[in-house]
Nanobody, 126 residues
């Protein structure tokens, strides 16, 4: 399995931006569909965005469309989540996940994830 480690979280004011990174090691990174999920206090983990190995197919949760952008650099074994126009409701622990399923399948179920990172905390103040 691939091992994942997130970074880039922090405290930001509403309207600000952050870029999260997730670096993979172990199995060939480029063969995986990569995604971001988040979990707010007291809530279930929810899908945010996903990109397939070729980066040609991407899916986003409705709540982040137009504000967040997922991208990947297979040469660097890294997937990114650029988050703009952040809102207090975006506050959560953000997790990176790897799957052999399609991005569409990942968007429908976190059960498709084979490897998770430990997460990085994003706090958006109002």
């Amino acid at each position: 399995q691939v091992q994942l480690e997130e970074s880039g979280g922090g405290l930001v004011q509403a309207g600000g931006s952050l870029r999260l990174s997730c670096v993979g090691s172990g199995r060939p990174f480029s063969t995986y569909t990569m995604g971001w999920f988040r979990q707010a206090p007291g809530k279930e983990r929810e899908f945010v965005a996903a990109t397939e190995w070729s980066a040609g197919s991407k899916y986003y949760a409705d709540s982040v469309k137009g504000r967040f952008t997922i991208s990947r650099d297979n040469a660097k074994n890294t997937v990114y989540l650029q988050m703009n126009s952040l809102k207090p409701e975006d506050t959560a622990v953000y997790y990176c996940g790897a799957s052999i399923a399609t991005a569409q399948a990942m968007s429908a179920s976190s059960g498709t994830i084979r490897s998770w990172g430990k997460g990085t905390l994003v706090t958006v103040s109002s």
